[in-house]
Structures are given as C-alpha cells and as structure tokens.
C-alpha cells in the first residue's frame, strides 16, 4: 500500500479526527496571522506617530549653576549660545530638524530701529 493510500483510508477510517484536526490547523494559522497583522500594525502607528509628531527640547540654562557662580565670582556669567554650539546640537543624531531663536530683550538708549528701503518705519514701544 503506497502513501496516498495509506493516508486516503486513515482519513475516511477517522473522519471527526481529521475535521477537528482540519479546524484546528484553520485556527491556528487564523491567531498566528492576526498576530503579525497586529504586530505590524502598531509598529506603522508607533512610526507614524513619531513620524508626524517629532519630539521637541528646550536648551535652557541651568540656574542652580548660574546661582553658584553668581555667589562664588560675584558676576552674571555669560549665558549665550555660540554657534560652534548651536551645530553641536544639530549634529546629534537624534535631532531630525532645529529652529533657533533667542528671547533677549534688549535695554539700550543708543540702539536705533531698523527699517528697510521702500517701507515705513516703525517704532513699537
């Protein structure tokens, strides 16, 4: 008796075996690529999200040091960023994309408003 046969007979013989059997593999093979479709289907959302919502930081000085200089030299130090650092920063592997603006106000009697040629000139106080 050849394989086919074999299996042909043992499959007739054990007929509810072989359904439930059927429906078992049909089962698993059914949880197994729910699985995967679910696993993929967060890590696209994961990578979306982090995609079109990238993570922002501040660089913000540290005043307990600024503090301590303060009491130990008796001077305001110099808080200003350079821009050797500034492309430190953006070197970063993590850093994607950059925008640098400074929020100093300015207290000076000589500094004069600046207006461009053809348009008027402005002074907001």
Partial sequence: MNYT???FVS???NLKKTIIFFLLVILLCTVIGATIFVNQAVANTEENL???LPPTATVREDMEKVNAILSDTGTWPDMTLT???IRRIEALPY???????SNMPFYSSSLVPYARQGTPTETRF
Avoid at 95 to 101: E, H, K, L, N, Q
């Fill in 83 to 85: 821009p050797d650092q």
């Fill in 95 to 101: 850093v994607r994309d950059y925008d640098f603006f």
């Fill in 50 to 52: 982090l995609n079109l």
């Fill in 11 to 13: 499959i007739c013989r």
């Fill in 5 to 7: 046969r074999r299996a």
